[in-house]
């Protein structure tokens, strides 16, 4: 048993570090995509949450998945697409908030 838990141990430590030199490596996102081109974007992304902002800016900016999402954030890939959609749902109300069109 105790060889399985240092075996797992080991897998996840692996996992961890080519999550992070991936994430070390990933191209900048591209100018059509820059919040900074956007401030009614960047606006309402300051009126979310602190949590709401950083798992949109894992997937929008950093381009992570879901479940390296949930990697970064220590929670089941399950609970990070939820919280993703959920994230997305309240920037939309943010953003037709501002403008109703």
Known sequence: VARNIVRNAERSRRRRERLAAK????????????????????????????????????HAWEDLGPSEIATVLNISAGAAKVRLHRARRRLAAELDQKDPR
Not at 28 to 45: I, K, Q, Y
């Open 23 to 58: 994430a070390a490596s990933a191209a900048p996102a591209t100018a059509t995509s820059s919040p900074e081109r956007d401030p009614e974007v960047l606006a309402a992304l300051g009126r979310l949450r602190a949590t709401d902002r950083e798992i949109l800016r894992l």
